[in-house]
């Protein structure tokens, strides 16, 4: 089974809109970390966002958002007002931090969102 | 400047030609990891280090051998390389949370290999 789902494998927008990408995770751990990356055409994974289990603050920086619902086991993106540049490959990612240690180093990645925002 | 580094960025290599993949960080993490990344399938892990020969195997490790003799350095072997292991390759480094968990990863720029 999938520890990290996005269910969503492409989206397409026109530029200003606003676009929300699922992230589902699964877990036993009460401490866990999520993280978001981006990966644009070029190809290289960029490290956009952490967030420890333990905070459920949503966080807002610049257009990007993150809501965290430990409830619904959810840890969603929103690009607000979209635009072209932001046109990339985006992965959810989870990092289990297991007393019991057999998922320690693990680093889980969902199947990714390819969003692609047109002018 | 902080960054992972892989070489090469590009590979054709026949079937059975062994290769190896290097990865070096310049970070002092403890935690290395290799992943692939193939279409629909997001990223997978092949092996990690959680620190200096200690290795672990991954969700997919069949085909590929690792070793980590430094704690700079984390290459991957494909002692046969056969043509489902045409991929692109991601090497990731990270400090580590005194319980072993993950923090944010780094990546290199990735390897793309063409197994012929």
Known sequence: AQKVTQAQTEISVVEKEDVTLDCVYETRDTTYYLFWYKQPPSGELVFLIRRNSFDEQNEISGRYSWNFQKSTSSFNFTITASQVVDSAVYFCALSEVSSRGSTLGRLYFGRGTQLTVWP | ?116
């Open chain 2, 1 to 116: 400047e902080a960054q992972v580094t892989q070489n090469p960025r590009y590979l054709i290599t026949v079937t059975g030609k062994k290769l190896t993949v290097t990865c070096s960080q310049n970070m002092n993490h403890e935690y290395m990891s290799w992943y692939r990344q193939d279409p629909g399938l997001g990223l997978r892990q092949i092996y990690y280090s959680m620190n200096v020969e200690v290795t672990d195997k991954g969700d997919v490790p069949e085909g590929y051998k690792v070793s980590r003799k430094e704690k700079r350095n984390f290459p991957l072997i494909l002692e046969s390389p056969s043509p489902n292991q045409t991929s692109l390759y991601f090497c990731a480094s990270s400090f580590l949370v005194k319980t072993g968990a993950v923090t944010e990863a780094f990546f290199g720029q990735g390897t793309r290999l063409t197994v012929v």
